[in-house]
Structure formats: structure tokens, C-alpha cells
């Protein structure tokens, strides 16, 4: 039985061995392995030719956006390299609807902006002298007068962190970290998950984030930016990290009857040997204002913050710093503890003429903001409500 066995397995192996056989079989791996990739490029090039039409479609709803932007009311009908388009103007906003040669259908919108934000916010690393500039690590020098100027009007309107989940008073925290305190109120941010109105918020007196494990996270969503204007000081104790694709700007002001300086000991206040920034007498709450601490004393980890920073007093470091937004310096910076300390990490800047920064004076004249593409019905609706009432304008 084995024998036989045997002889049937020997029979069966010569067949597939055979020549016929083998060359069949590889014609069949070679064909199933040509329609494979065939496949493959239809998908990548059906891949790539719609992504040529939405990039088409961007451009002619750009283009159409410029030449049409001063428009009235009603719907705005233009054509650009074949692709219709539908343009209204409703709400502070622009919508937009494209249609292609082939009839595929993209939606965007775009806020109207009152002017250009200030274009400082354009670049990475701004002071107004070359030796506060080699210290944070080079980048743009700029007349003073330049600089940005908060809009007291936004600033009115705006909420504040005693009406908000995510901050508290409180009274103990400055006494713990600074010998003689602060004359001030202090905040602590302890909550990131916190939102507000219009993406500006005002901290009336010193705001701290203390160190803590880990980063201190801020949930921003994509598209929803946050200006915190400190009416103080900033002391940054621990890494900060925004979740969520959004951006965080931190702004100290010096507020009216306060003094800024550079604090040379690092004591949190004014000694008689150390500089006053913009005031030729000091005055005001010892702690001074509109000055930022990056790191606690004896701190020797990197702090990161993926917020960018706007310094109306002084910068101090008292540890190496990452910051990944603009840092923009009306006066100096200060190394605290002795040795050197270095800023690094930029990696986002904004696009001022584009974009609102909310909590700034604006310039020049009202313009279309960046595009953004919607979902099907959501921006496309409202040009199509508006169409059946408003006169068509002839195509350009």
C-alpha cells in the first residue's frame, strides 16, 4: 500500500514539474501580477486627477473671490478656466460654489475681514534691537512704533477669565514662588478645555501656569484661534501644548500706572540697580507688568510651548526655551541664573493679510480672508437660497 502510495506521489510530482505546466502556471503569475499594478496606477492616476480638479476648483474660486469681492448683494456668477462660478456675500462672509466641466461641485467660504492684521505676526522672531534678537535666536528687527496695538474696543467686548471654567483666583500661588509676592490678582490656567467668545480672552492681573507632569494642554480646534491678552505678568512654569490644529497666542500688556523691567536677580521684583523698560521712574505693583517668565528657578529642562508669545515688558529665561509660534519683543530679554540660555522650535507663523488675529488694530482696506473648503451643503446652499431671487452678473 505504501509502495503505491509512493509511486502516485512520485507521478504527481513529475506532471507538475513539467516544462508546459511551469510555463503555464508563470504566465498566469505574470498576468495576475500585470493587472495588479495595472489596477494600481488607474487608481493612483484617478487619484491625482481629482486632486488636479480641486486644485482647480481652489484657484478659480480665489480668482473669482478678488475680482468679485466689492460686489453688492445678490449672487456674483463667474467663470475662470472653465470652472462656474457662484459667489454671495452674507454675514461678514463670503460663500462660493464651483462647478466644473465634468459637473462635480465644491463648496468654500471665506470671512470678509476688516483690514490686514499687524504683519509682525508674519515672522518667526521679532525685537527691536540686534543683541535681544541674537538671544532668541535671530529673526526680524523692527522699529518699536511697528509693533502691534491692542484694540481697547475688542478688548472691552471681550471675556474674561473670571467669568470662565479653566481659571481661578488665586491668592497663595505668587507667595509660594516670589518673596515679596504680587500686588496684583493672580490667575492660574488649570483647565485647557475652556472656550470663549470670538477667540479673545482677557486675564485681568497675572496669569500663571505652574509646573506641573507633563504638558498643560489647550483644546483648540482647527480653525478656532485664541488670543489670551495677560494684563500682568506671564509666568510660564511648564510646557504648553495646543490639541486640536488650532493656534494660541499669549500677549502681556503693560497696563496703564505699571512699570516694566528687567529683573536681573530674578526676584519677581524691582531692585534700584535694575533697568525700567519704557518709564524713567518706577511706579505701580512691585511685580511690575507685561512681563513673561519662561521656566522656574533651577529648572533645567526644556520648556516648550506651542503657543506664540507677544512681550510688551521683558522676556525672562530662566530655562532653555521652545517656542513654536512667533515670539515678538517690544524690549529686552533677560537670562536668569547665570547661564546662557537659548530660544528654538519656531515652526508656524500667521499669514497677516489674510487672517484675523483677533484683540488687534487692523490696516488698511476691508479683504477677503483665506478660503476654506466646505462640506457639500453647507456653503453651497446658501448661494443656491439666494440665486432664485438676485440678477445674474455675465460671466467675465
Known amino acids: 500500500m505504501t509502495e503505491r502510495a509512493n509511486a502516485r506521489l512520485r507521478t504527481l510530482v513529475s506532471g507538475l514539474s513539467s516544462p508546459p505546466l511551469l510555463v503555464a502556471v508563470t ?49 456674483v456668477h463667474d467663470e475662470v478656466c472653465g470652472v462656474r462660478v457662484e459667489l ?28 490686514a492684521a499687524p504683519a ?9 534691537d540686534l543683541e535681544t534678537l541674537e538671544r532668541i535666536g535671530d529673526g526680524k528687527r523692527m522699529a518699536h512704533q511697528l509693533l502691534p496695538r491692542l484694540d481697547e474696543q475688542q478688548l472691552a467686548a471681550a471675556a474674561h477669565a473670571n467669568e470662565l471654567h479653566g481659571f481661578r483666583r488665586d491668592a497663595g500661588v505668587a507667595l509660594a514662588s516670589l518673596a515679596a509676592g504680587t500686588d496684583r490678582e493672580d490667575f492660574v490656567w488649570f483647565d485647557g478645555t475652556s472656550s470663549c467668545k470670538d477667540g479673545l480672552l482677557v486675564v485681568p492681573g497675572n496669569l500663571w501656569i505652574p509646573a506641573q507632569r507633563g504638558t498643560f494642554d489647550v483644546h483648540l480646534p482647527r480653525g478656532r484661534d485664541l488670543v489670551v491678552v495677560v494684563e500682568g505678568n506671564l509666568y510660564l512654569r511648564s ?18 500706572g505699571a512699570v516694566a523691567f528687567a529683573d536681573l536677580d530674578g526676584s519677581g521684583t524691582w531692585s534700584d540697580d535694575e533697568p525700567l523698560r519704557g518709564a524713567a521712574r518706577f511706579r505701580g505693583p512691585v511685580e511690575g507688568s507685561g512681563m513673561v517668565y519662561v521656566g ?8 516648550r510651548s506651542d503657543a506664540g508669545l507677544l512681550v510688551t515688558g521683558e522676556l525672562h529665561l530662566a530655562t532653555d526655551a521652545a517656542v513654536a509660534g512667533p515670539l515678538v519683543l517690544h524690549h529686552g530679554a533677560t537670562v536668569l541664573g547665570g547661564e ?3 530660544v528654538v522650535g519656531a515652526r508656524w507663523t500667521f499669514r497677516p493679510a489674510r487672517e484675523r488675529i483677533p484683540g488687534f488694530v487692523v490696516e488698511g482696506s476691508p479683504r ?17 437660497a439666494a440665486r432664485a431671487t438676485s440678477p445674474a452678473t455675465r460671466p467675465r
Open 239 to 256: 510646557s504648553v501644548r495646543v490639541v486640536g490644529g488650532g493656534r494660541l497666542l499669549l500677549v502681556t500688556r503693560t497696563v496703564p
Open 88 to 115: 454671495l456675500r452674507k454675514d461678514g462672509a463670503f460663500e462660493l460654489r464651483c462647478r466644473d466641466r465634468a459637473g462635480r461641485l465644491s463648496a468654500f467660504r471665506a470671512p470678509l475681514l476688516d483690514g
Open 120 to 128: 509682525v505676526f508674519a515672522h518667526a522672531r521679532v525685537a527691536c
Open 296 to 303: 522656574a528657578p533651577g529648572a533645567s529642562e526644556l520648556l
Open 340 to 342: 546662557p540660555r537659548r
Open 27 to 75: 504566465a498566469l503569475v505574470f498576468v495576475w501580477a500585470t493587472l495588479r499594478d495595472v489596477s494600481s496606477v488607474r487608481l493612483r492616476a484617478g487619484s491625482l486627477a481629482a486632486d488636479v480638479e480641486q486644485a482647480r476648483a481652489e484657484l478659480a474660486a480665489e480668482t473669482a473671490l478678488w475680482r468679485n469681492a466689492e460686489a453688492g448683494g445678490g449672487v
Open 368 to 384: 477677503p480672508g483665506l478660503l476654506r473648503r466646505v462640506e457639500r451643503g453647507d456653503g453651497a446652499d446658501a448661494v443656491s
